[in-house]
């Protein structure tokens, strides 16, 4: 008969802490509260610890109960009965609600019992085996005619090897027995020393960004804590089975959660400082946001109204070109804008058709209107729109498309006598700049003080009125985002529908119209998956932390060193796989490209020598991580050189924060 036998913790159960011994910040925290103990939590945490080792001392081959341990403490700490009592409660306390079982362990556990008849779970713990069946039992795992053998109650340990031996001793043969598990030593050298097949399980362990959110050291805040067991318990929690598709989950769950949910954290808390009663959340890159937006709401209850607003610059700015100035110029047709003719006039919602005869004379015949213009044409265009006749298409298709624009944002609520914002991905603020002119000219309100809160803004923007962007305003560390992360940030933020355009009446209403080119290509890449793992992270961190305990602040510094660590050293499988997803560029809203394109030894020292030759969202990083190129090693090493330089020397910067607060 088949035998089948699992370990127990981080093989079947994990906790929601980094590490197990952070749980015992919170079991000093009870006894604190209720006046039993004036030890600081953290130096509870070290007399625990060491009062287990001295336990375990006493059992080379085993494992100390709980009760050797506690009564360990109680000598170390002159505890009385009560209090060791008290203490060894709070303990199984938290331990019973910071554990949850490993989703894609239930159906393996599922098979073997149908496999073999009944399961063993084997454990090297603390803990009495009542409290472990329960929690199994709890998660999924354990049923009648299971067995639990636990190295306190048993005198014998997996580490040891005894527990193995004496399992045999008593007539389980080896023949058909097979043992998973996660730690090396117990759960796979020592059943193999015996005959025994393992597995080696380790997707429970901390990643290195888990490791990095939690921070070294015995004593860690907990936040910090909590924050890594998010990570982990939200990346186990996948559903996918494709590899490409689990490698955008883990991404999601470990580095672009922690930093959205950062950013959407502090927007609505500057909403909320900032007497901004209303925000909304501008499409595309603000769908992630406002899903985010609304969990948050609800857990930790900010008094802020949270709105999704299908909007664009493409939508909004031909809405309000006036008499074709210089910036409507800039708008349209812009220096390098890298546009073909059909996407200049496409920009004022008209088609080249409609001009056909001028443009011709120009010299822009039918066949280069779906080309990209050279330098010397784009300034040539720029000429041709200041043609009479096409001035006046150009401000009778400003005046319909601002008319359908100021219906739909009236029909959103944006001409209330309501305080409110916008939130964004940022970079330039032209988003902002086009919406407050729009509503300046179509509702009259000359005065008004549009508020915007953003991911991260470039200059000139940042340090504009109204203007405010998570990347500088919590730290102020004079860490500006660089502008070749930007796409990789944008990629973050990707929605699952396309472009607005414009806007159209129907039956219901004003509703968006979007861009012909869908986002097929984004969805078949895995957007969904990228959001709803962003999500995950966020519904398993949110209850952990109480709002007003929540480190902001450290919190951000803390994300945003995971996000670098993927940025700027990805692995070849996260390079491979944010390498092929398309980057719309932000600057002209039409040309989509990819981070890591395949291209050649020439292709790349022509990109290095000229900037113009990189894509938007270029990633040389990536493209390093998937192929050794001396040239652009040392083209990285060089730019990260003088970043580190520049930085160095910036005058009146503060200093960083301690994390540990």
């Known amino acids: 008969m088949s035998r089948r036998s699992f370990d127990v913790f981080d093989t079947l159960l994990t906790r929601d802490v980094g590490k197990p011994c952070d749980l015992h910040l919170k079991t000093a925290q009870d006894l604190i509260e209720a006046g039993l103990m004036a030890l600081p939590a953290e130096a509870f ?14 059992f080379p ?47 393996a556990v599922a098979q073997a019992r149908r496999e073999a008849g009944g399961v063993m779970f084997l454990s090297d713990m603390y803990l009495p085996a009542d409290f472990l069946i329960e929690l199994l039992r709890r998660e999924g795992f354990y049923e009648d005619g299971d067995r639990l053998i636990v190295s306190n109650e048993r005198g014998v340990s997996k580490a040891s090897g005894a527990m193995f031996q004496s399992l045999i001793e008593e007539g389980v043969g080896t023949k058909d027995w097979k ?22 399980f380790v997707q429970a362990k901390l990643n290195r960004y888990e490791q990095t959110a939690r921070g070294a050291g015995l004593a860690v805040p907990l936040w910090r804590s909590h924050l890594a067991g998010a990570m982990r318990l939200a990346r186990l929690s996948k559903k996918t089975s494709d590899p490409h598709l689990d490698a955008v989950w883990d991404t999601a769950c470990d580095v672009v959660g922690p930093l959205l949910f950062g950013f959407v954290n502090w927007c609505l808390e500057q909403a909320a400082a900032r007497k901004c009663q209303r925000l909304y959340f501008v499409s595309r890159d603000g769908q992630i946001f406002f899903r985010i937006a609304e969990h948050l709401r609800q857990v930790w209850r900010y008094p802020v109204d949270c709105r999704y607003l299908y909007g664009s610059r493409r939508a909004w700015h031909p809405a309000t070109i006036g008499n074709l100035g210089e910036a409507d110029l800039d708008w349209l047709a812009p220096h390098n804008g890298q546009l073909t003719p059909r996407q200049v006039f496409a920009r004022a919602n008209l088609g080249p058709e409609a001009v056909a005869g001028i443009l011709v004379q120009a010299g822009f015949r039918a066949e280069v209107w779906d080309r990209e213009l050279s330098e010397e044409e784009n300034q040539r265009m720029r000429s041709v729109l200041l043609d009479p006749r096409i001035k006046s298409l150009v401000a009778d298709s400003a005046r319909l498309a601002g008319s359908l624009a100021a219906e739909y944002l009236r029909q959103e609520g944006l001409m209330d006598e309501v305080p409110f914002g916008v939130v964004d991905i940022g970079w330039f603020g032209n988003m902002q700049r086009s919406l407050s002119r729009l509503i300046s000219l179509t509702a009259g309100k000359a005065d008004l003080r549009l508020a915007g809160f953003y991911l991260g803004l470039l200059p000139p923007a940042r340090g504009q009125p109204n203007m405010w962007d998570y990347w500088s305003e919590p730290c102020g560390e004079g860490q500006p985002i660089e502008r070749q992360a930007t796409g990789m940030l944008e990629m973050f933020a990707s929605a699952d529908h396309p472009t607005v355009i414009g806007y ?16 097929d290509p984004l969805l078949k890449w895995g957007v969904k998956v990228l959001q709803d793992g962003a999500l995950e992270f966020v519904r398993r961190f949110a209850p952990l932390c109480e709002k007003q305990n929540f480190a902001g602040r450290h919190f951000q510094t803390v994300a945003r060193e995971i996000y670098e660590r993927f940025y700027f050293h990805p692995t070849a499988t996260e390079a491979k796989t944010w390498g092929c997803c398309l980057n719309l560029d932000s600057d002209i809203e ?26 938007p969202a270029w990633w040389p990083e990536g493209m390093l991580a998937l192929r050794s190129h001396w040239p ?14 520049k930085n160095k020397f910036k005058s009146n910067e503060p200093r960083r924060q301690s994390l540990r607060a």
């Open 179 to 200: 043992h998973t598990g996660d730690d090396l030593r117990a759960d796979v050298q020592m059943p193999a020393r015996f005959g025994i097949r393992a597995g080696h």
């Open 590 to 615: 039409c040309a989509v490209s990819q981070p890591v394109p395949d291209w050649s030894t020439k292709q790349t020292l022509r990109a290095l020598r000229d900037f113009r030759q990189r894509p």
């Open 61 to 107: 081959h085993g494992e100390p109960n709980l009760e050797k341990i506690y009564s360990e403490l109680a000598g170390r700490l002159r505890w009385s009965e009560e209090t060791m009592r008290r203490a060894m409660e709070a303990e199984l306390r938290w331990e019973g609600r910071s554990i949850h079982g490993i989703p894609s362990m239930r159906p």
């Open 45 to 58: 945490l070290s007399e625990r610890v060491a009062a287990e080792a001295g336990a375990r001392a006493e």
């Open 504 to 519: 159209g009446k129907t039956a219901q209403g004003v509703e968006p119209v979007f861009q012909k080119a869908g986002c």
């Open 632 to 645: 652009l090693r040392l083209f990285l090493a060089a730019r990260r050189g003088r970043w580190l330089l």
